[in-house]
């Protein structure tokens, strides 16, 4: 017996020792061949590898949620070989924002597209539920769960009437979206987990399924912090990116080099899909200068080489977290004491929108990773292993 257990604790101790060998064997190799492979495994962001976008600083997190009180969650949805879809949540701020709503704009850069909720938003010049991000055939489900949601807060056992806000873009080259397999679940989901902090980017929640410039786009976001000098504000931006055009990355003509943009050989007439955008501050604005800082979201997107073609619905959401400017659902006077910033102060603000537009949506670009989806259509990651030299050849990095 003794005998027989030595044999065996030998044998599978010579056992470890090759499995080890081979894993050694196989990490060196690893090794030896990873500055060619290793974009193809990860992703990183510009400012991993010294991007810089820009000449504000970014927040702390360099993310929407740096605006106070911002959360944002996800619902990311694969299932077999053909969904591909999710939802994205945006909170504004903690507590019931039917009774204490925020102001808030819009601005149609292209009208093609379904952002239920907007006209209602345009006239009051108010926000008075979170904001939901999705695919277009999943609109009517999240106005349903937003509805819900709502209603069961304390505090709105009376409320007769929701306005819904919820934006899309089209995700059916990789998924079913006649399937409509977003449900009122998925997107309750999505905001039972909105939290601050870091925000996942890339092929998560509402661009699970979506495709930018022609590689695969998704979820992306930035912020600016401004100096105490220039007011002490920060706008935090969050993108679903699924439009074309040529794509330019810090001005660098990135699509061209690449040979991959709208209307060459490769790419033809691929620019139709949508973007939205959230923009975000605690700066005191009224909803005539939030929408003034939505058009300039509007410009980053037009400096990533955006075109806002035909079939692209292009919209901007902005609004304001600023407690002195929030909006009560029942006045207690019939004149209200907000003091909003002038105009005079905001152009700082606007250069930080148009900033923080285009590095959410290059964030999206460089984080997405290669889906494969509807029909076994694929769609590659923006090849970083190739941008990365372009960068450096026109000193950007």
Known sequence: MILCV????LLKSVLFINIVSMHKRLLCTLLILSPFCIFAQERVLPRDIGLKIGVLSPGRLNA????P???VGHETIIRGDSIRTGVTAIIPQPGNLFQLKLPAAIFSGNGFGKLAGSTQVQELGNLETPIILTNTLGV???MEAIVDYTLSQAGNEAVQSVNALVGETNDSYLNDIRGRHVSRAEVLNALGKAKDGPVEQGSVGAGTGTICFGFKGGIGNSSRKLPQSLGGYTVGVLVQTNF???LQIDG???GEELGK???SDKLLNNVDGSCMMVVATDAPLDARNLERLAKRAFMG???TGGIASNGSGDYVIAFSTAASVRIPHQPQLPVGTGGYLHNEFTSQLFLAAIEATEEAIINSLFTATKMTGRASHSVEALPLAKVIPILKKYKRL
């Open 6 to 9: 030595g044999v065996d604790f």
């Open 64 to 67: 929407i949620t740096d605006v």
């Open 69 to 71: 009180g911002v959360k």
């Open 140 to 142: 009517a489900a999240a």
């Open 244 to 246: 074309g055009g040529v």
């Open 252 to 254: 660098v003509p990135v």
């Open 261 to 263: 943009f709208s209307f």
């Open 301 to 303: 997107m037009a400096k």
